[in-house]
T-cell receptor
């Protein structure tokens, strides 16, 4: 059981480049989330999904897109990276209305 | 809207001592869950303990226990016999019981266990 995995673990982008972060889970959870964590800001919800084929905006969705084509995968895309998107990104899953299980995080630096 | 407040940005205690981390929250709901998550330097977010609001008994997990005061909307975490491995950021979190409710995190308390 891998739980929740994230790919890649680290990435450096130049301003304007695009990339996709992959979150995969083998917990059969319906709900999946993308957060960003910045110093002093705690965890902020970017986008989330309540099931395959669904997505919804969180607290800080601008500059990001997501897709949930398969139940086990939740993709976070940056179409045109900006330095303000330098952060640590976490994926999480849950059964809904309950505790969340987190991936190991992706450290993204945009120069 | 629900809020979660952790009033101690940073704390330090000696190894083997007991330490209490504070958390208060605001909600109009009567049933909900509360959690403490630990984030060590490895960055992994680890669930430490959970409490259902409808349970009066305080949750306990080995050296970790909570003091849940529903009327006061307080949810503190006590770590007994603290160990060096307890050094981490600790986040208090709240979620309502509806399936679509989103979890609300506090901003965290950085805990240092000193040798």
């Amino acid at each position: 059981n891998a739980g929740v995995t994230q790919t890649p673990k680290f990435r450096v982008l130049k301003t304007g480049q695009s990339m996709t972060l992959l979150c995969a889970q083998d917990m059969n959870h319906e709900y999946m989330y993308w957060y960003r964590q910045d110093p002093g800001m705690g965890l902020r919800l970017i986008h989330y999904s309540v099931g395959e084929g669904t997505t919804a905006k969180g607290e800080v969705p601008d500059g990001y897109n997501v897709s949930r084509l398969k139940k086990q995968n939740f993709l976070l895309g940056l179409e045109s990276a900006a330095p303000s998107q330098t952060s640590v990104y976490f994926c999480a899953t849950s059964r809904g209305g309950n505790e969340q299980y987190f991936g190991p995080g992706t450290r993204l630096t945009v120069t | 809207a629900q809020t979660v407040t952790q009033s101690q940005p940073e704390m330090s205690v000696q190894e083997a001592e007991t330490v209490t981390l504070s958390c208060t929250y605001d909600t109009s709901e009567s049933n909900y869950y509360l959690f403490w998550y630990k984030q060590p330097p490895s960055r992994q977010m680890i669930l430490v303990i959970r409490q259902e609001a409808y349970k009066q008994q305080n949750a306990t997990e080995n050296r970790f226990s909570v003091n849940f005061q529903k009327a006061a909307k307080s949810f503190s975490l006590k770590i007994s016999d603290s160990q060096l491995g307890d050094t981490a950021m600790y986040f208090c979190a709240f979620i309502g019981m509806n399936r679509d409710d989103k979890i609300i995190f506090g901003k965290g308390t950085r805990l240092h266990i000193l040798p």
